[in-house]
């Protein structure tokens, strides 16, 4: 069982940063991929950004593609998701989610474990 708790969302204008972390129960935080996804109301979940378990892969929505970079700490059993140049339709609820597999990381139905979420609001 992982429990995933997601921190550091926020209001912030267009063209800012903001930094989102995940931390992670549980010892075997590294054999999990991870992934960021978001969600506006009304609308499916959206992928966002993955990382494999070490660390050494990554991969992108284009839509978020050199603007968004994942990365993670497994000493801390943390991942995060520095978004630079931010938009507008950047505003949504982040999620993200642990997946004890290979493959697929643009799918929300493969990852096993979920956060909460954490809200993202980007004004013009």
């Known amino acids: 069982q992982v429990q995933l708790v997601e921190s550091g969302g926020g209001l912030v204008q267009a063209g800012g940063s903001l930094r989102l972390s995940c931390a992670a129960s549980g010892r075997t935080f590294s054999s999990y991929a991870m992934g960021w996804f978001r969600q506006a109301p009304g609308k499916e979940r959206e992928f966002v950004a993955a990382?494999?378990?070490?660390?050494?892969?990554?991969y992108y929505a284009d839509s978020v593609k050199g603007r968004f970079t994942i990365s993670r700490d497994n000493a801390k059993s943390t991942v995060y998701l520095q978004m630079n140049t931010l938009k507008p339709e950047d505003t949504n609820v982040y999620y993200c989610?642990?997946?004890?597999?290979?493959?697929?990381?643009?799918?929300?139905?493969?990852?096993?474990?979920w956060g909460q979420g954490t809200q993202v609001t980007v004004s013009t």
């Open positions: 989610a642990a997946r004890n597999g290979y493959g697929g990381y643009e799918l929300a139905r493969v990852y096993d474990y």
């Open positions: 990382i494999s378990g070490s660390g050494g892969t990554t």
